[in-house]
């Protein structure tokens, strides 16, 4: 590449592992890079290891350090956006209110921008994904629990205290719905994502239905009851499809407040999407129960697919909101 | 005021009244007027009545024809906002997608833009009202049903097919609430709201409960039940307050999502707003409710309270619309 082209360095900070890349400003993915955080042995030794990760992502990526033009960080968690600053931190004992982004731009000595990791997820397949050009757009993250993010005219709505997008808390149904360790009930993450499928199996279970599966294995996982419906198991089956269904009402409830163009469903509790019957059974019944219950125009215009950047998405859109902040 | 200041007239139709004013550009209100809107003579009586009514308000208002910049149209219902299109005017006999923009355009011979009614008393009340200045805001009108408008960095948020802010469908209860006729279950709307306070009314006598108020009048209205509720009936005061219990699990979900800054509630439930007892009462339960249900932060931070201007801020915001697309 030119020695002028300008390049982002995106970086997904998870509490066990760090996905990193080099984007150029036109979006073309150079180098990345998925490796441990060594967030156990510290912050010193996750800055630490998290730089000369990013040193030798340049180097591979044949680009030399002025190139790069900002750094994007995202993580997960409650933070505060504009002032760069992680809340609670990668569970890291004794860290309360990281600075994290100015950490980030001292020690590489670059502008930085911090994100929450599915906003920035959002952005990217927005940039480079499934949501390409969308003037709008929410991505439902389904993994253990359930995130979200929201792209409006081609940026990250962090609202008004960096709360915005936390679509997993949709309330969908108040009285009588599940109950949550923090007192809030029947919302979406109660209903949908790993955590919620073993408990919504152990329940079915009980209330008499039966299945191929040891349902008193008390390391019954989600995916194990993904691959039971895979496999032919009828209530593994059933539940997933339920999933879709409690997912729809809380993309309903999306669409009645923003209508955005398209909504996106990524994560790693989407069934391997559209490379099997179940992913496919998955999003069909997704798109027929939002049909149901919304208005005749937003149901048939709303595009609701899968996302397609995988796990790649957070670094991918770290450089989006690095680049979006930091124009070359 | 100088012969070369520049004004809006905000037109706000409903099907039966119209409200109007011209605003100036830095947000005085030079003249208003509430009328009837003489649609029952058809479209083409309608717009001869809203011609003659603006034009006694620009001579009212001491100003020139020529100084008025451009006109906003705020309209009930669904309709296409970019192109100016209403789905289906207020009841008209014969009339579906009417080019209201166009048709007020060339008979004013002026610029004109369209508005949802809700979405422009959301504009009205970020300019000139209750949330002045505000960055980010929900605002809820609660009538007969309950509609809702957002405003986001100082401009209504139509979303992708003008559909955003159909904040009485947003679904709280999806397993056992009540049903529409529509076949949409658990929604705001049928919760809160005139329609719905009467029919849980009926409800709640019709499952023992007792009341001053005679429920098997069939002309009982909201008003009587909110009336009976600040004279100390009980039922009343309680389904009244279960309404802001509902309105909070609604507003809870726009939080979840938009994470605005502030909320605001008008329109004619409002039971008096800061002035009554009853009124403080529901604010005060829908604060409450709110922030046991959403997270610290924004329970604190979100600005919760009534909406100011009344029915104004439709006809103002229409005017900041037409502000918006047509600056001097």
Redesign the interface.
Known sequence: MPASESCYLGIDIGGSSIKAGIVTNDGRILQKRHASSALEDGLEAGLANLERISRELVVDAGITWDQVRAIGVAAPG?MDIPAGVVFHPFNLPGWKNLPLRDMVSQRFGKPAVLQNDANAAALGETWLGAGKNA??LMFWTLGTGVG?G?V?DGKV???????????G????????GPRSEF??HGCVELYVGAKALVRRFREAIAAGRSSSLASDDASLTALAISQAAQSGDELSHDLILESAKYLA?GT???????????VLVGGAMTFGQHTTELGRAFLEALRAEVK????P??GE??VIDYASLGNEAGFIGAAACARIKYPV
Chains 1, 2 share one sequence.
Do not use: Y
């Not at 309903?252 to 398209?262: D, K």
């Open positions: 409650t003037g709008s979200g929201i409006l709505w962090e609202g008004a205290h960096s709360h915005a997008a936390e679509c808390h949709i309330i969908i149904q108040e009285d009588g007192g809030i009402i309903v409830n999306v669409i009645h407040i923003l209508n955005p163009e398209m149901k219950r919304t208005f125009i937003t215009r709303t």
